[in-house]
């Protein structure tokens, strides 16, 4: 199976900040990875595809990019409604995994 | 309005079965790929597995850890996606989603559409 290793799993942020998340493969994916949000009680969101594709409807301050074994989510501005748990996931092959989490938190 | 209800979720004892139901509304469930995902209580998230479409004849894929006791089917007329889990044990125990793989490309797609989720809790 592909592991997916997301760091840091912590991270702790003002209102305003940049933040980069990152999701490291254990093999190559090409661009086949998608970042999800998720609050607590809800279900996960999706906002990127594609590595790099954002969702409809997701605010342009959420961005994604790399490909291979490497990939980032990057938050250019925090809002208040961001503070949540992030997860990569890879869509190359069979079993689909998920990386453990990135909980973000306001400092 | 794109829309997708689970329910059947609950409280059953270790190596009994558990049939979960996903219901869509606004669009036609034939015509996507569908997924399972679970998430354990203050865990993670874990694909369980996935049924396509009809052009791909409805063929499914399982994670290691369900394959041989859950199965995934569908009823086209109601519109709605089941999850049917036998030989169930304490480790199953979480909140069940179902979702929808609505875009993507190149043969690549990804969950757009999620339910709210359904508990099942394995305990005796």
């Known amino acids: 199976d592909i592991q997916l290793t997301q760091s840091p799993s912590f991270l702790s942020a003002s209102v305003g900040d940049r933040v980069t998340i990152t999701c490291r493969a254990s093999?190559?994916?090409?661009?086949?990875l998608a970042w999800y949000q998720q609050k607590p009680g809800k279900a996960p969101k999706l906002l990127i595809y594609a590595a790099s594709t954002l969702q409809s409807g997701v605010p342009s301050r959420f961005s994604g990019s790399g490909s291979g074994t490497e990939f980032t989510l990057t938050i250019s501005s925090l809002q208040p409604e961001d503070f949540a748990t992030y997860y990569c996931?890879?869509?190359?092959?069979?079993?689909?995994?998920f990386g453990q989490g990135t909980r973000l938190e306001i400092k | 309005e794109v829309q997708l209800v689970e329910s059947g979720g609950g409280l059953v004892q270790p190596g009994g079965s558990l049939r979960l139901s996903c219901a869509a509304s606004?669009?036609?469930?034939?015509?996507?790929?569908m997924d399972w995902v679970r998430q354990a209580p203050g865990k993670g998230l874990e694909w369980v597995g996935r049924i396509r479409n009809r052009g791909n004849s409805y063929t499914t894929d399982y994670a290691a850890s369900v394959k041989g006791r859950f199965t995934i089917s569908r009823d086209d007329s109601k519109n709605s996606l089941y999850l049917q889990m036998n030989s169930l044990k304490t480790e199953d125990t979480a909140v069940y989603y179902c979702?929808?793989?609505?875009?993507?490309?190149?043969?690549?797609?990804?969950?757009?559409?999620w339910g709210q989720g359904t508990l099942v809790t394995v305990s005796s």
């Open positions: 606004g669009f036609t469930v034939s015509d996507h790929r």
């Open positions: 979702a929808r793989r609505g875009v993507g490309y190149g043969g690549y797609d990804y969950d757009d559409y």
């Open positions: 996931q890879q869509v190359d092959t069979y079993p689909m995994t």
């Open positions: 093999q190559g994916i090409s661009s086949y």
